[in-house]
């Protein structure tokens, strides 16, 4: 049996790694684009958001706006290496809750919580943020460890929604 030097297996790692995302994201786009493309905003929605990505309404109406409202797999892909270049949405909204807990606790009232998503960026509505809550187990009257529920609320839809 022939060994591996570090490097060679580094590389046969990374084209695993990059093969296994290449069918996660294939899956998750023929799954939902049911058609072989997408032709919605609501289709591009749910795939990127089902592969972990936040992009916003303005950002999801470009990408499809700058295809002709049609997006192929491979259009798709090279949508999917732009937004990747800009978003690290955990990494970004934990910063964020740092920057306002002047006491440096790591921790947020659930009341304080709520009336952020309400009114930041897009804003959330009561519903989902309801929904983000239960998910979370956070009690309306508790604190909450804010990277902990970045990590939940940011974490891929399950399969079962």
């Known amino acids: 049996m022939c060994k591996k030097t570090g490097s060679e297996s580094f590389r046969y790692l990374l084209a695993y790694m990059l093969n296994f995302l290449l069918q996660e994201f294939r899956e998750c786009f023929y799954l939902f684009a049911r058609s072989g493309q997408i032709s919605t905003l609501d289709e591009l929605t749910v795939i990127m958001r089902s592969l972990g990505f936040s992009p916003t309404i303005q950002e999801l109406v470009s990408y499809l706006k700058k295809r002709g409202g049609k997006m192929s797999f491979a259009d798709f892909l090279d ?27 790591g921790f947020i009232s659930a009341r ?10 897009e804003g959330l509505s009561m519903r989902e943020i309801d929904n983000i809550f239960r998910e979370a187990n956070v009690n309306n009257n508790s604190l909450v460890r804010y990277a902990d529920f970045v990590k939940i609320a940011c974490a891929p839809v399950p399969d079962y929604y």
């Not at 732009?82 to 964020?96: G, R």
């Open 79 to 105: 949508v999917m290496h732009q937004h990747s270049k800009v978003e690290n949405l955990p990494d970004e909204v934990i910063e964020a809750f740092k920057a306002a807990d002047c006491k440096n606790t």
């Open 112 to 121: 304080q919580l709520r009336n952020l998503l309400v009114g930041w960026g």
